[in-house]
Every structure is written in C-alpha cells, then in structure tokens.
C-alpha cells in the first residue's frame, strides 16, 4: 500500500499531475486514485485538499488562470522583442498537446468550462486577460517600430486571439507538422501585413 505523504505534496504538484492525467484520458477519465497515484499519495488524501473530483478540477481551473495571469510578465523579460514576447505568450499554454489526442483531452476540459458557471468564470478570466495582453504587446511592437504605423491594434488582436483558438482545431484535423509549429506560421501569417520594412521577423524560429 501506498503510503500517504499529506505534507510533502505540494497542491501545485498535484494539480500539475491533474493536467497531465487529463491529457492523457480527459477530464472524464480523470480520478482522484489515478492522480494521487502519479504523486505518490492516496486518493483520502485529496478528498480531504480537494473534497472531491470536482473540486479538484476548480481547483485546477483556478491555477491556471493565475499562471496565465502571470505568463505575459515572465514571457515579457525572456524576450527582447514584443512580438517575440507575443509568440511565446500564444505558444507556452499549447505546448504541452503535442499530439492531437492530447489536444482534444484538452478541449473535453474546455466544453466543461463552457457549459459549467463556476468553471466558465475562470476560463473567461484566461480569455479577457489573455486579450489584454495580446493589445499591449501589439501597441508596444507598434510603438517600437515592429509594426508599420497605422496599424489598427484592437482589430488586430481579436485576430491573434482567434487564430490563437482555432488553429489547434484545425491542426487536429489534418495533423500537419506540430501544434507549435503551426501557431507560429498562423501568427506569422496574421502580423506579416502589419510588419513594418525597416525589421526582420521570424516567428516561426522565435
């Protein structure tokens, strides 16, 4: 038997072991005993941190939309440029579905979110902070001369967020090359208009 280790586990341990059982078997296959064995406890032990598989997913909902909160910061300072910043920014959350069984796993977590209201408030949370971002990193290539002036940012960005959410779809379809790869042609695809002569950009290598 698997002894329990309440106070060595950290809850981010946990929860990250919650998101990689979900790419694995999605949120339905998900137990409480499938993730505490990943971290070497037993499923008591998240009944009593968590309460239930429900309040394990909540839980895991909540830590990402505080780790999306904090990506545009840290992506900011590791990259020189701000379209640098900005393919990472829309890169780093889908990395991890590098197969499109994964990414699907994924999206069964998302259609929770969509039809759940606690669950929803958290995803929208993602979306809208994910948006502002997107804006400020684009004003800031514009202020810096990465994009060509005139440049309608807010039109823009709604673009970048929605190639951001369908090229994931699109890749699991037809299965050509890599998610990553694929984000950074599409976001390539929707700046290339915008980039301005006197910069060299080359999102696909960023």
């Not at 949370?125 to 940012?153: F, M, V, Y």
Request: with cysteine.
């Amino acid at each position: 038997m698997v002894v329990g280790r309440p106070r060595g586990v950290e809850d981010a341990v946990i929860l990250r072991a919650a998101a990689d059982v979900i790419g694995r078997v999605g949120p339905v296959g998900l137990t409480l005993a499938v993730v505490a064995r990943e971290v070497g406890l037993v499923p008591g032990t998240l009944v009593q941190r968590f309460g239930s598989k429900r309040g394990l997913l909540l839980a895991l909902a909540e830590q990402s939309a505080k780790d999306a909160d904090a990506l545009p910061g840290r992506v900011r300072e590791e990259h020189e440029s701000a379209l640098g910043a900005l393919a990472a920014l829309i890169v780093e959350p889908m990395a991890s579905m590098a197969t499109p069984e994964t990414f699907a796993n994924h999206l069964a977590f998302l259609c929770i979110d969509l039809t759940d209201p606690q669950f929803r408030q958290h995803a929208l949370a993602i979306h809208q902070g994910q948006g502002r971002a997107i804006e400020e990193l684009l004003t800031e290539a514009l202020l810096t001369g990465e994009l060509r002036a005139g440049t309608d940012i807010a039109a823009l960005a709604r673009s970048v967020q929605a190639i951001t959410s369908g090229t994931g779809l699109i890749w699991a379809l037809d299965r050509q090359g890599t998610l990553v790869q694929r984000l950074r042609q599409e976001l390539a695809n929707v700046l290339s208009p915008h980039y301005s002569p006197r910069h060299d950009h080359d999102l696909e290598e960023s």
